[in-house]
């Protein structure tokens, strides 16, 4: 069964930082790419950062470069988002998805449940 538990999310006060996990089962993050996107309230989700190991291609939002770093411990089958100097903006509830192919625009066809993230001014 394939399954995507993320967590580490909480609230943290502005410029804080915090460190999402997304543990993978039923497949590998050697042969999927994975991806962290997010959901505020009242807006539409959005691709924050993706990685493909086999394709060696990664993406990151402009809004948290320099700010957000993706990673993948591929022996732990777990992807990470290390998030500093958090905003307001930032807050949302954030997603792990994979795929064989990922689109950091749409999205994958495995999801986690989401981890909320606040971030208080």
């Known amino acids: 069964e394939v399954q995507l538990v993320e967590s580490g999310g909480g609230l943290v006060q502005t410029g804080g930082s915090l460190r999402l996990s997304c543990a993978a089962s039923?497949?590998?993050?050697?042969?999927?790419?994975v991806g962290w996107f997010r959901q505020a309230p009242g807006k539409e989700r959005e691709g924050v950062s993706c990685?493909?190991?086999?394709?060696?291609?990664?993406y990151l939002r402009n809004s948290v470069k320099g700010r957000f770093t993706m990673s993948i411990n591929n022996a732990k089958n777990t992807a990470y988002l290390q998030m500093n100097n958090l905003k307001p903006e930032d807050t949302a509830v954030y997603y792990c998805?994979?795929?064989?192919?990922?689109?950091?625009?749409?999205?994958?066809?495995?999801w986690g449940q989401g981890t909320q993230v606040t971030v208080s001014s």
């Open positions: 039923g497949f590998s993050f050697d042969d999927y790419a």
């Open positions: 990685i493909s190991s086999s394709a060696g291609s990664t």
């Open positions: 998805t994979a795929a064989l192919i990922l689109d950091c625009s749409d999205g994958g066809d495995y």
